[in-house]
């Protein structure tokens, strides 16, 4: 079943408090953490040794139904809403964590939903298509303007997950020039829908090249979820990205190609939708 609704007054003080929480790491860091708002700054810290970070919010539960405190958000940093979570919120459906079944499980959008999208839009921020239904997802591309971007996810086709994306969800990222970006949860990737943490490299290479093969490289990027998944232990933490690159470029990917998806895919949709 979809995960119970938190309140707004809940989720926006939580917000709150994560978001005062973050600029005092970027305080106490002294220069080797940042919060970046714009790609110029993000291309820079990329060639520094300083670790940028872009305030997200997966499920938008801490913003107001009227929209009333998202210009305080979004001055706050916040440059990235996931629409909802696995869960119902005032704008719209999550879907459940279910195997096997379709992503369309619901209604799609609220107005409010529909409104806010607008918002997003017209303030420059992302919108993330990850954990919403199916209906949800084709709503957004009806209204926005923006590349169709999904940050965690993986191929329904291999893994009938209701968290993974079908080949017409596909088809509509690649025609916005929106990006998907893989999961590294065992249970959306592995064939079986299995939480099995001795999934092998090559099964989440497949989620990559599935999506290269079906709409180009310049639409596949690392999605990771390190905070909210159980991951494969060939990759286990950020540190196991190296694993995943190795893999890649033994796959038959090019520096050019692995360039794409570490990094200048999230770039080019970023600068994109900010801008």
């Known amino acids: ?30 220069g080797a953490f940042e919060v970046v708002q714009d790609v110029d700054r993000l291309r820079e ?23 009333s405190n998202l210009d305080f958000l979004y001055q706050a940093g916040i440059r990235s809403i996931g629409l909802t979570w696995s869960r119902p919120n005032q704008f719209g459906t999550g879907v459940p964590f279910a195997y096997p079944r379709s992503p369309d499980i619901g209604p799609g959008l609220t107005d409010e939903g529909l409104h806010l999208v607008d918002a997003c839009n017209d303030r420059g921020i992302l919108i993330d298509l990850a954990h919403l239904n199916e209906q949800g997802f ?6 926005s303007d923006a590349p169709l971007v999904v940050s965690h996810s993986a191929v329904h086709n291999i893994c009938r997950s209701t968290r993974n994306l079908t080949d017409e969800q596909l088809d509509a990222i690649a025609e916005t020039g929106g990006v998907v970006g893989i999961s590294f949860c065992t ?8 939480q099995d943490v001795c999934l092998p490299m090559e099964t989440i290479v497949d989620h990559f090249a599935y999506i290269v093969d079906h709409i180009g490289v310049e639409h596949v990027a690392i999605g990771s979820d390190f905070d909210g998944a159980t991951v494969p232990n060939v990759i286990g933490d950020v540190a196991g990205l190296s694993n995943l690159v190795e893999a890649l470029a033994n796959r038959g990917f090019g520096d050019g190609d692995l360039e794409r998806i570490t990094h200048e895919n999230w770039l080019r949709v970023l600068d994109a939708t900010w801008n």
Do not use: C, K, M
């Open 138 to 143: 084709w709503d957004v591309a009806d209204r």
């Open 45 to 67: 810290t990329l060639r520094s040794q300083t670790v940028a970070a872009i305030p997200h919010l997966e499920g938008a539960a801490a913003v107001a139904a009227d929209l």
């Open 1 to 30: 079943p979809l995960a119970d609704r938190v309140s707004h007054t809940h989720a926006r003080e939580f917000t709150y408090d994560v978001l005062e929480r973050l600029y005092r790491l970027q305080r106490a860091a002294d």
């Open 187 to 194: 249970e959306n990737l592995h064939p079986s829908g299995d």
